[in-house]
């Protein structure tokens, strides 16, 4: 019998997944939102400045400030359009490992996906800066021994984590494969023998 914690009668349950998300680090959301910011402001900031050059007629740059209004309320209107864009694409760009597959999903309309058999992934590590260590951040590179090319799980929030659950499930695949092969190559031997 196992002792009651908060209500959990037993401490050995496991949790069963069907497949983990991983999206690009909330850093990278963030900066881009201020990149939004900083972007909406200088061009307010030109707009403006560039009313107080004397190519403008008095009775123009009169017209204009006295309307300034629209300008505000146009801004507003595509700087929210463009952090709804931000923040949707964030959403809606992730990775999906599965016990069999590491999925890349993209695309706000037109939706894009790369699918990846991890029986085929020879080798998986993490690269992080300095900035990455600190905040949190890397990316995952992997082998991919069909397609002869490596796949690059971009800027993703806490990649020692996802590198371990990848090295477990390509680890049991390629276990698996050695198995077979180890009893294929006792098969011939057998055969050889006789």
Partial sequence: MCPMIEGNPNLDQKISLTHINIRQSIFFL???LVYVDVLATLIIIIFFYSLSLPYFSDELKLSVISSNQIYFVFMMVVKTMLTLFVVLDWLNEYYEITPTTLSHRR????????????KHIRSVSVQQGIFGKL????????????????????????????LHVLRDLTASSNEEKDIIRESSLEGENELESI
Wanted: no cysteine.
């Fill in 30 to 32: 963030l900066l881009k």
């Fill in 135 to 162: 905040l949190n951040y890397g990316t995952i590179t992997l082998y991919e021994r069909e397609l002869r090319k490596e796949i690059y799980v971009y800027l993703i929030h806490n990649p020692v984590k996802y």
């Fill in 107 to 118: 695309g706000l309309i037109w939706r894009k996906e790369q699918d990846y058999d991890l």
